[in-house]
């Protein structure tokens, strides 16, 4: 058990819909990093966030968003889903911002789009 | 721009026998490299990395991986393999600054009893 957890663990949800990925990461851990990972794209990296603010952004659509609250807890929002959103997406979190430190992935949520 | 390549998309090994998984990099200036695995449907696991010093790196359940400048490569090894060890193996990459981490496309490792 990495210490990050991720909600739901599986959603379906129809086309032009909207959901939120919800994230917490481990106890102490500021930063926190949301990716994709699809059969055909791989493990994609779409943005962080550090102590509330956005660092880094990816190869994130306009459709999808971000944010961390206060709590460190983060929510992925995903609009206007099409079929290629399906994909399972992960959320990590590390201790700092320091290039060496490791990242501590979630379950990930398995979001399927119909 | 960072990369990382995974020449091979499965590798299979009978148990017993030492196994690679190869990754080779590319990065402007130092790297800080990272092998990751992932069991089905769980999420990715750090096994190791490397940041500076001593190219040989030992990380969880026994692996080990060894970085090569000239090469840019950073191959993970066990000397023995166990069918538990099966699962899809992720190689990654980062700059020293902070920039986001890359991952290599994985490399399917299957252990045969």
């Known amino acids: 058990d990495s210490g990050v957890t991720q909600t739901p663990k599986h959603l379906i949800t129809a086309t032009g819909q909207r959901v939120t990925l919800r994230c917490s990461p481990r106890?102490?851990?500021?930063?926190v990093y949301w990716y994709q990972q699809s059969l055909d794209q791989g493990l994609q990296f779409l943005i962080q966030?550090?102590?509330?603010?956005?660092?880094a952004k990816g190869n994130i659509l306009e459709r999808f968003s971000a944010q961390q609250f206060p709590d460190l807890h983060s929510e992925l929002n995903l609009s206007s889903l099409e079929l290629g959103d399906s994909a399972l997406y992960f959320c990590?979190?590390?201790?700092?911002?320091?290039?060496?430190?490791?990242?501590?992935f979630g379950p990930g949520t398995r979001l399927t789009v119909l | 721009a960072q990369s990382v390549a995974q020449p091979e998309d499965q590798v299979n090994v009978a148990e017993g026998n030492p196994l690679t998984v190869k990754c080779t990099y590319s990065v402007s200036g130092n790297p800080y490299l990272f092998w990751y695995v992932q069991y089905p449907n769980r999420g990715l696991q750090f096994l190791l990395k490397y940041i500076t010093g001593d190219n040989l790196v030992k990380g969880s359940y026994g692996f080990e991986a060894e970085f090569n400048k000239s090469q840019t490569s950073f191959h993970l090894k066990k000397p023995s393999a166990l069918v538990s060890d099966s699962a899809l193996y992720f190689c990654?990459?980062?700059?020293?600054?902070?920039?986001?981490?890359?991952f290599g496309k994985g490399t399917r490792l299957s252990v045969i009893a």
């Open positions: 966030y550090y102590n509330g603010e956005e660092r």
């Open positions: 990590a979190s590390s201790e700092g911002l320091a290039g060496g430190s490791e990242q501590f």
């Open positions: 990654a990459v980062r700059d020293r600054g902070n920039t986001p981490l890359v």
């Open positions: 106890s102490g851990d500021l930063s």
